[in-house]
């Protein structure tokens, strides 16, 4: 493959995986606790352009053979940055308003989420909208009522039928954190997981709001820019192949006259 549509073939295989997480970004734009994907190309070295055509070609090929586009050549991260919080007013609605993941237990192992619009389940444990439970420090959390009082530190209280006596604590929220979020996995929900240990956050450290609900961190104006500029740049490479195959195409056409 020539080197010119070795990487017009490559920049529109990016575009395109950009494009995937542009409409992903904007579809979970009110998702409550959503952490946007942000698509960016690696570096190309600083050595001669000659290189450079030979890179992409590689890395071309390389993500043709392994049946993806352009493999390794675009690096998904995501955007970690808090967003803004909505007020609920529900007693089992709670937001981090610092860094840090909820623990949750699902059935393909350990999952973590901002998304801290909960509920009880049966047995009175504290799950999420998919029923699985919010881990706290000490495991599952149990509650026998459904307004407990949470605390901007994580600790979980629930009063006596009747009131009047002080709040008992019944556990303590597990907030977690990781040094990066870059091999982060969605699982649908609001989940994520990772194959990183987690940290646990000092219960000191832990900021905490009930009664409100985290929003995505997705800004409309802003994935609708990164939309058009990655269509034009698509359009751009397009006429760029188009172009040079024309080109090839009269060079043969030239030659077939002269024989």
């Known amino acids: 493959m020539s080197d010119v549509l070795a990487i017009s073939l490559n920049s529109m295989q990016q575009d395109m995986a950009r494009l995937e997480r542009i409409s992903m970004n904007m579809a979970n ?28 070609r590689a890395s071309t090929l390389a993500g043709r053979a392994a049946g993806s586009p352009a493999a390794g050549t675009l690096l998904v991260q995501t955007d970690a940055r808090p967003g803004s919080l909505k007020s609920t007013g529900q007693s089992l609605d709670v937001a981090l308003t610092a860094a840090g993941f909820f623990e949750v237990s699902t059935d393909a192992g350990l999952a973590y989420t901002r998304q801290g619009s909960w509920q009880l389940d049966a047995r009175g444990r504290l799950v999420t909208a998919q029923g699985h439970p919010v881990m706290g420090v000490g495991g599952e959390i149990v509650l026998t009522r459904p307004n407990p009082v949470i605390d901007a530190s994580g600790q979980v209280f629930e009063s006596k039928p009747g009131g009047g006596a002080e709040p008992t604590p019944v556990g303590q929220l597990k907030v977690v954190r990781f040094e990066n979020t870059d091999d982060f996995q969605r699982m649908g929900g609001g989940l994520m997981r990772t194959e990183q240990q987690p940290a646990q956050v000092a219960e000191a450290d832990v900021q905490l709001r009930q009664g409100f609900v985290e929003n995505s961190n997705v800004s409309s104006m802003q994935e609708m820019a990164q939309l058009i500029q990655s269509m034009r740049h698509f359009e751009s490479m397009q006429r760029v192949a188009l172009g040079y195959d024309e080109m090839i195409g009269g060079a043969v056409r030239k030659l077939g006259e002269l024989s």
């Open 29 to 56: 734009a009110t998702t409550p606790g959503y952490k946007r994907d942000v698509a960016s190309s690696l570096p190309v070295g600083a050595g001669a352009f000659s290189d450079a055509l030979r890179e992409a």
